[in-house]
């Protein structure tokens, strides 16, 4: 299983971008990564996912370099309610090991005003 | 769509007992997987089931089980609680692409 390795804590002013880099060395080939948002007593949600290169959504920004063993999430202009616990998430498809996906132990992201 | 739902959001219970938590997919989906959160331990996978089978399994002891219906709605159980076992359980649904799982809003379980 890859194991995952994140800051365990950043802070940000509002209207800043946000950049949250995640250590993958041991990445399989057929992995993907995911980033997930997690509030106070609440499961995580879904942000984005990628498998190489660029991805982007609504929400986020994902940059994975060539050799995939790093991904940095980007949030484009934080708000408040962007503080909360972003986890990357490193495993298979569904069907072949998606339940191996190991949850890393997650970087608290505080914005300030 | 419904999203994931589980019941009951809170629970306490006493060392020894034991508890059944419930957890109830999005329409669709047809893998669970279950989840045990603990400000130590952080995000642990226990198990996942699809279409009534086991398909993978994480590091706990046999205390933790679990089971699939074939309405994809998934029960955990967990026997002779100990105090350790207090944690948010949470419970993801995922459909067929990727590795998007959806995430319940979890039970609380309090073990005194």
């Known amino acids: 299983l890859a194991k995952t390795t994140q800051p365990i804590s950043m802070d940000s002013y509002e209207g800043q971008e946000v950049n949250i880099t995640c250590s993958h060395n041991n990445i399989a080939t057929n992995d993907y990564i995911t980033w997930y948002q997690q509030f106070p007593s609440q499961g995580p949600r879904f942000i984005i996912q990628g498998y190489k290169t660029k991805v982007t959504n609504e929400v986020a920004s994902l940059f994975i370099p060539a050799d995939r063993k790093s991904s940095t999430l980007s949030l484009p202009r934080v708000s408040l309610s962007d503080t909360a616990v972003y986890y990357c998430?490193?495993?298979?498809?569904?069907?072949?090991?998606?339940?191996?996906?190991?949850f890393g132990d997650g970087t608290t992201l505080t914005v300030k005003p | 769509k419904a999203g994931v739902t589980q019941t009951p959001r809170y629970l306490i219970k006493t060392r020894g007992q034991q508890v059944t938590l419930s957890c109830s997919p999005i329409?669709?989906?047809?893998?669970v997987s279950w989840y045990q959160q603990t400000p130590g331990q952080g995000l642990q996978f226990l198990f996942e089931?699809?279409?009534?089978?086991?398909?993978n399994k994480g590091n706990f002891p046999g205390r933790f089980s679990g089971r699939q219906f074939s309405n994809s709605r998934s029960e955990m159980n967990v026997s002779t609680l100990e105090l350790g076992d207090s944690a948010l359980y949470l419970c993801?649904?995922?459909?067929?692409?990727?590795?998007?799982?959806?995430f319940g809003p979890g039970t609380r379980l309090t073990v005194l």
């Open positions: 993801a649904s995922t459909g067929t692409s990727y590795n998007e799982q959806f």
């Open positions: 089931y699809f279409s009534e089978t086991q398909r």
């Open positions: 329409s669709g989906h047809r893998s």
């Open positions: 998430l490193v495993g298979g498809r569904l069907y072949t090991n998606a339940g191996k996906s190991t």
